[in-house]
C-alpha cells in the first residue's frame, strides 16, 4: 500500500473546528464585557454574578484549550483573526491548506447565546425573549 504524497484536504469536521474556535473566543470577549457592566451598574449582590460569569469563563477556557490541542492534533493553525462591521474572519492552515472562515455578526451571536446557554444549562426555547 503506498503512502499519500498530499496530505488529506481540509474536512467539515475541520472547518467546525474552526467555527468553534472563534465562538470560544468571542464567547470569553462577552463575558468580560458582562463582567466588566456588572461591576459598573448598581446591583445588590452584584459578587454573585460575577462569581458565576468568572466561572463560566473558567469552563469556556478550559473548552477552548482543549479544541487548540484538538487543532493541534489535525494540523490546523488559525494564523490571523480579524474582526470587521460586517463579522469575523479567520486565516487559517490545515495540513498545509490555507482557508479561511468568516462568520456574520448575526450568525454569531445566535451561536454564541446558543453555546452559552448550554453551558449555563438553559433551554432557550422556553424564553420568551430574544
Known sequence: MTVPSTPPAPSEADHLLIKKYLIYTLMLDVLEQDIDSIRQVSLYMPEVYIMRLSKLQSEVTVSLTNLRSDM??????????SKQKEGMEALYLCRGYRRRLFLLWTFAKTEVKKEMSAYLGIDLSTCSES
Do not use: S
Not at 493541534?72 to 483573526?81: A, D, F, L, M, N
Open 72 to 81: 493541534r492534533t489535525r494540523g490546523i493553525r488559525v494564523y490571523e483573526e
